[in-house]
């Protein structure tokens, strides 16, 4: 009897103390805009990643079977593609697509409408003179859309996960790989380390350039760089397994590092032959040719590694911004 | 009896390593309950006065308290409003007056900033980037005065305004002040609406304060004469003006003035004006406390 009294009083005051205050509300209703945006563009990757990996995977095995590539030996007919193999791979293309660019639209977002322009406007002075010093303002920017990015990414990464095919026959048959760009950024957690880190290299420089264009550029200018360097440093930031063999036809199956040829002496040299007979090779003295990949068992520790060296160039960024307002405002941050 | 709400001592501020002093030696005390307005021409240094008292930025030398503490300190007893009336050109004006109840928890009054508002006729739903310059300047003051400051920081507040919206919202602002007891610190370059409403002045000029005390104590301090030119010795001169044979002079008396001269007591216009063209003239503070002036015949700049 007593719960039933009590009951109806303990509900609005739960909502009460739900309901967002002070910074986390002046940021949910300020960039109310940018939310709905993240709510819906989250909305549509997830729906495409769900559709793939249900009826867009069964239509693929329908057609697969329909087309019988399951046969061995030849078959010509496996070499055209029907229309659910096109609809699965637009999809995949789409949910990984959008979980690639979703770091460059939080930096855009960030740099400008979150931190430039309220410096270029002076309603980040109106804030400091609340009753809210500018270090609890500025952890409320990084904070707030942190969460709201991290939860969101984390969810489309666990959806491209289960949409990614398992099965090794339908991917050599869409021609997809693990290592893949847009593929190794879905499936894992560089997933959020990278939405992290373009949140905080935008609010970086929003606060060192303090106007919203140029800002908007240089903070994609520097994600790019990131982006682009990581993709580059990627094969080196785990140790590769080599393969030697002494006939030159290469080997698929992992994240390619390299490749060439071995001298007598156990050099490594390019192959100078190419596709050329065995003279050539007696000729240059090649005795056989090694092959540096990664097994797809190097997924987690490359994914890990990355993740965290995403994670701390983020992690200094925030610093630096802390920082800098600390420089600015001295003891009034 | 009352307390500070603004000293600074020896303030200084100069934008980059090597560049000009916005701010040098600017020493002044200023007591709670007053109304103070900060006159000076463009660039003097009004603005970036009014910003190291809001904390928004740091002196480069000497120190400035506002209500017996740092600026961070006092954050939450203080309001500001910039020259350009900042406030975010999305939000409505009554989640303009909800953003400043979130901000300022344990501090909002919520009737005082809705009663202001309303009283311009604005209906709170209304985006605040449709407003024009003196509903935004009343949502800006609204913003202010919901933080129940005990000390209110407004630079420019009237600038943009015409001259009926100007008088209007000066009208409210003193009003509002007066039934709280807050300071008040303005800055402006209208001197003619400052008459009324202000009983402190400080005039800025090139950086440094050149007058500062009682409106009341300062006018008596000076005095205009008009006779035949002759020595104003001892009498301190601001400023001298000779048309023909007749010279008017705005002095600061030191013992009693011969009778030939015609004497009047300035207008805040003309003390203003007067020290404004003569850069050199000594600066004078005045304090309200010692009720015989002055405190100090300050040495020339």
Known sequence: ?333 | MTGTAMEAAALGRRFGRNGEWALRDCTFRLPAGSVCAIVGPNGAGKSTLLAHAAGLLRPTEGTLTVLGTTPAEARERFAYVAQDKPLYPQLSIAETLRLGSELNPGRWDRAVAERIVADGDLDPHTRVRTLSGGQRTRVALALAFGKRPELLLLDEPMADLDPLARHQLMGALMAEAAEHGTTVVMSSHVIAELEDACDHLLLIGDGHVRLAGPLDALLAAHVLVTGQDGGLDPHTVVESRTTGRQLTALIRPDGPLDDEWQTTEPTLEELVLAHLRSPGAPVLTLTGEDEDWPETWGAAV
């Open chain 1, 1 to 333: 009897m007593t719960a039933m009294t009590t009951a109806p009083a303990e509900a609005p005051t739960l909502r009460r103390s739900l309901r967002p205050r002070g910074l986390v509300w002046t940021m949910l209703c300020l960039h109310r805009a940018a939310l709905l945006f993240w709510a819906l563009l989250a909305a549509v990757a997830a729906g495409t990643l769900l559709w793939a990996w249900g009826p867009g995977t069964k239509g693929v095995w329908t057609e697969y079977r329909t087309m019988r590539c399951a046969f061995p030996g030849e078959n010509l007919s496996c070499d055209y593609t029907g229309d659910a193999y096109m609809a699965l791979d637009l999809a995949t293309s789409l949910g990984g697509g959008i979980i690639t660019i979703v770091p460059f639209l939080v930096a855009a977002w960030a740099s400008g409408a979150l931190i430039a322009r309220e410096l270029e406007t002076g309603t980040a002075e109106l804030a400091w003179t609340q009753s809210v010093s500018p270090t609890r303002w500025l952890a409320a920017k990084l904070a707030v859309p942190a969460a709201l990015l991290a939860s969101g990414t984390a969810l489309l990464m666990l959806l491209h996960r289960l949409m990614w095919p398992s099965d090794r026959e339908l991917l050599r048959w869409l021609s997809r790989q693990w290592y893949d760009d847009v593929a190794f950024r879905g499936n894992g957690p560089v997933a959020v380390a990278y939405a992290l880190l373009g949140l905080a290299v935008g609010v970086l420089v929003g606060l060192l350039v303090r106007r919203s264009l140029p800002a908007l550029g240089i903070s994609l200018v520097c994600l790019l760089a990131v982006h682009f360097a990581l993709g580059m440093l990627r094969p080196y930031l785990w140790p590769s397994v080599t393969l030697t063999k002494t006939d030159q036809y290469s080997i698929s199956g992992g994240m390619p590092v390299d490749d060439g040829a071995i001298t007598p002496l156990g050099n490594r040299v390019p192959n100078p032959c190419g596709g050329e007979g065995p003279d050539c090779l007696t000729q240059h003295h090649i005795v056989g040719f090694y092959f540096d990949y990664h097994p797809s068992s190097h997924f987690w520790p490359l994914q890990l590694v990355e993740t965290g060296i995403v994670l701390s160039l983020a992690a200094l960024a925030v610093l630096a911004s802390f920082r800098l307002l600390n420089r600015h405002l001295g003891d009034a941050a």
